[in-house]
């Protein structure tokens, strides 16, 4: 999706029925429990956290506005079932609920990537929403809304990107203590270049830990790209 320079942007009178998008893209998923399935990805624009290891960005500012139609026909016309909606945070823009209950209602599979700082019960529970849960090495761990452990359903996925081996532990005391494993599938994910994927691995090894090692597939495929 062309986006266009900030002095062309179209800046509506009624925002009614739009979003401000920063990029609608046609890739591989590369988390969680869709990965590698072609998949249309809807990138809002906007987020109120700064992770300390954040790969887009590029997504906090800019955009362009869409009305739900236009987003619509674009997803359609990747001819895919299956439909991601992302940021930036998506659920801080407060039309992103109307739209995931759209894409629900129009047959796509949709999953939501949105941090555990948001109210997740904004989006439907059709949807499969993967919660990234800030560790202390993210430097956002104060804004995690723990109410949404209450709200998560086996449809549900919840994240940790692991910094260190103290956001390890961290992460493990929090998957019991809440009782995350019996409420949906848990993700570990490396933070790149902070903790090696071997070193990870052996620890969730060691620990007997009941949680799912995912690599960024993507970032192995293309690296570090917007679009991809």
Known sequence: ??????????????????LK?????????GEAAQ???????VRLTGCPLRCQYC???YAFTGGEWMHF????AQVRSYET???????????????CSELLRLLCDQGFQVSLETSGAMDLALADERVSRVMDIKTPGSGEQARNRWENVAQLTANDQVKFVICSREDF???????QEHGLAARCEVLFSPSWGQVGEKELAEWILQARAPVRFQMQLHKLL??????K
Not at 1 to 18: D, L, Q, V
Not at 81 to 95: D, F, H, I, S
Not at 169 to 175: G, H, L, N, Q, S
Not at 222 to 227: C, E, I, L, R, Y
């Open 1 to 18: 999706m062309a986006m266009a320079s900030s002095a062309e942007r179209y800046i509506p009178a009624s925002r009614e029925g739009m």
């Open 21 to 29: 998008i920063t990029e609608i893209f046609h890739s591989l998923q």
């Open 35 to 41: 990965v590698g399935l072609p998949t249309v990805f």
């Open 55 to 57: 790969d887009s960005e």
């Open 69 to 72: 139609d236009d987003i619509l």
């Open 81 to 95: 079932p299956y439909v991601c909606v992302t940021g930036g945070e998506p659920l801080a823009q407060k039309r």
């Open 169 to 175: 532990d961290w992460a493990m005391a929090k998957t």
């Open 222 to 227: 293309w690296g570090d790209v917007p679009g």
